[in-house]
T-cell receptor, first 113, second 114 residues
Framework: KNQVEQSPQSLIILEGKNCTLQ??????????LRWYKQDTGRGPVSLTI?????NTKSNGRYTATLDADTKQSSLHITASQLSDSASYIC????????????FGAGTRLFVKA | DSGVTQTPKHLITATGQRVTLRCSPR?????VYWYQQSLDQGLQFLIQ???????AKGNILERFSAQQFPDLHSELNLSSLELGDSALYFC?????????????FGPGTRLTVL
């Protein structure tokens, strides 16, 4: 069964600190993995996308890693800012004829001053 | 700005009523997706259309229906509304090619059923 599991469910950190969010998936055949940021009440926005051959992708203070062997990904946020407070959603796509996209439940990050 | 537009932004209605949510995809995108997000819940996939044809169906209730028109805009119709239908409804669009599943989300329509 295709699944995407994220941990932790929620996280509170102090402004300026780093944090890492985890994503484990059992999606096959794997096509790509994407991290989205969703501010409260807004639509998700794509942060990074990685295909099978990529194991690191950065977007400013956001760095995503992918281990296709263990089917794990992480999103590392450096020097967090108050504006990083949001939900972070891991999305994995499988190529099955067309594309099948599976959304994780998200990690809710709170950055406090 | 993702390029995906949704109207209206907010909608307040009563139980038993029927509403229509509208979505215009990014220019050139053929696929439109509809999602429901209840308070503090994850995104629930409802349905996908590709170039006017239904492509995939998720957890969409029978009271809900959607369609995609020749100009590629899409409408989500919700009928016999219940209190539990109160949620954010997102539309997303995607194009073609290797990253065809790159979904660009609209700002959402917040539906409140009283």
């Amino acid at each position: 069964k295709n699944q995407v599991e994220q941990s932790p469910q929620s996280l509170i950190i102090l402004e300026g600190k780093n944090c890492t969010l985890q994503c484990n998936y059992t999606v096959s055949p794997f096509s790509n993995l994407r991290w989205y940021k969703q501010d409260t009440g807004r639509g998700p926005v794509s942060l990074t996308i990685m295909t099978f051959s990529e194991n690191t992708k950065s977007n400013g203070r956001y760095t995503a890693t992918l281990d296709a062997d263990t089917k794990q990904s992480s999103l590392h946020i450096t020097a967090s800012q108050l504006s990083d407070s949001a939900s972070y959603i891991c999305v994995v796509s499988a190529r099955t004829g067309g594309f099948k996209t599976i959304f994780g439940a998200g990690t809710r990050l709170f950055v406090k001053a | 700005d993702s390029g995906v537009t949704q109207t209206p932004k907010h909608l307040i209605t009563a139980t038993g009523q029927r509403v229509t949510l509208r979505c215009s995809p990014r220019s050139g995108d053929l696929s439109v997706y509809w999602y429901q997000q209840s308070l503090d819940q994850g995104l629930q996939f409802l349905i996908q259309y590709y170039n006017g044809e239904e492509r995939a169906k998720g957890n969409i209730l029978e009271r809900f229906s959607a369609q995609q028109f020749p100009d590629l805009h899409s409408e989500l119709n919700l009928s016999s509304l219940e209190l539990g239908d109160s949620a954010l409804y997102f539309c997303a669009s995607s194009g073609t090619g290797e990253l065809a599943d790159t979904q660009y989300f609209g700002p959402g329509t917040r539906l409140t059923v009283l």
